[in-house]
């Protein structure tokens, strides 16, 4: 990465800085002040010197470095380290038909009061009251065990012509993320998974020039004619199963695409997708249904993991820099990546199964890096053997 710091004052090397602001997510410390108090002990400070070889910098100290990055740089970083995890076959048992299921979704970030950095979205309510907000449009490759992994990013933005919600934006944010994605990954089988939003011909059309699969949420109004035609083929094949239903339909069409047709019936309510992928018989129908339905893992193991269990991605880590706000995100994306692959290694998944919750477990850990002189050599003595982790 580029480090665009000048000399004065340079103590801290460009890996520290980036790893201390890390690390503060890492260990869910919610905010740079809980950070730098933790910092501030000597014991914390020395361990993490000892462990990881690096010096924690002040929360301060990490903000100017984040100010300066640039985040295509910290999303160049957050790719290579995917690709070293494809390529070691992390994710290769959940491919379906050799393609990694990847979810995109939005999500909003941050609410303000006001749009300090002239990129915020915008909404006036009917009593003209404004309000301005970020969101960030993300693909995470999802898998069944737990994984949602960031694979790219980009923002939802405002421009000089005029305010956009968050559907104006996202679908013109998709084709910029599509882009993003062929350059970050451009041999990487993809499966993707959407919204409503998204079941489009745009969208079909963008999946098919990248090589990419689909599976596309359909509800009542969207794509209208499609719908009709699915309610009137007798040839829809429905059948039934514990709880409720399973129904398909093939040799479907939509502005020159060749679809088919899911929907599952069952307690919970009513699911249905269309897709680029031939189904003709019911086990196969089934498995899509299971895929389709790990888009929902980028809301709950994502998004809802980052922003209510410790990770505090609303707070406003830098108030009044947009580049450092970016670069904070980016850096809670590498810290949640490396959670995944220690809490979803199989034997650490046993030992915290139904034991502690997940922020009871890293705040023991804070207070064992607080109150606790660890010995690193018999850290050392295990590294240097070879471990071989497995995951579900």
């Known amino acids: 990465m580029a480090d665009l710091r000048d000399n004065r004052g340079k103590t801290y090397r460009l890996n520290e800085a980036i790893l201390s602001a890390v690390m503060m997510f890492l260990l869910r410390e919610g905010s740079r002040n809980s950070y730098n108090r933790d910092r501030e002990e000597p014991v914390f400070s020395r361990n993490i010197r000892r462990l990881l070889g690096i010096r924690l910098t002040h929360g301060d100290t990490f903000n100017d470095v984040l100010v300066r990055v640039d985040p295509e740089d910290l999303q160049r970083l957050k790719a290579s380290l995917v690709r070293v995890l494809v390529a070691r076959k992390v994710f290769h048992s959940h491919r379906r038909d050799g393609k990694h299921a990847v979810a995109v979704d939005a999500t909003g970030t941050h609410s ?17 009251v ?17 994984f949602a992994v960031s694979l ?26 599509s882009v993003r994605l062929k350059e970050l990954y451009p041999r990487l089988p993809m499966l993707i998974l959407a919204d409503a939003l998204y079941a489009n011909a745009p969208v079909m059309e963008i999946c098919r020039a990248s090589g990419w699969d689909f599976m596309l949420v359909v509800k009542e109004g969207v794509l209208r004619d499609l719908g009709e035609e ?31 047709w899911i929907g599952v ?6 699911f249905s997708w269309i ?6 018989d019911p086990v196969r129908a089934g498995e899509l249904a299971m895929t389709g339905r790990l888009r929902w893992k980028i809301e709950n193991e994502g998004f809802n993991t980052q922003k209510n269990l410790g990770y505090n991605l609303e707070h406003s880590y830098s108030r009044k820099d947009y580049n450092a706000l970016k670069n904070y995100y980016q850096c809670l994306q590498i810290a949640h990546m ?9 034997k650490v998944k046993k030992l ?23 010995d690193p050599r018999p850290v050392e003595k295990l590294l240097g053997k070879k471990v071989q982790v497995r995951f579900d």
Not at 137 to 143: C, I, Q, S
Not at 156 to 165: C, K, S, V
Not at 248 to 253: A, K, R, T
Request: charged share 25%.
């Open 112 to 128: 303000l009061d006001g749009d300090y950095s002239g990129s915020c979205l915008s909404r006036t309510s009917k009593n003209g």
């Open 130 to 146: 404004v309000s301005y907000s970020h969101a960030v449009l993300e693909a995470k490759l999802v898998a069944p065990n737990g």
């Open 152 to 177: 790219a990013s980009v923002w939802l933005e405002n421009n000089a012509e005029g305010h956009h919600d968050k559907q104006d934006c996202e679908l013109a944010a998709f084709k910029r993320l």
């Open 230 to 260: 699915i309610l009137l083929r007798p040839d829809r094949v429905r059948t039934a199963r514990p709880g409720g239903s399973l129904s398909y339909l093939g040799d479907l069409e939509y502005a020159g695409y060749p679809l088919s």
């Open 265 to 270: 019936e069952e307690a919970g309510g009513r």
């Open 275 to 280: 897709t680029n992928i031939p189904v003709a």
């Open 338 to 346: 490396v959670e995944q692959l220690t809490l979803l290694e199989k």
């Open 352 to 374: 915290t199964a139904g034991s502690v919750s997940i922020l009871k477990i890293f705040e023991r850990i804070r207070n064992m890096l607080v109150y606790t002189d660890i």
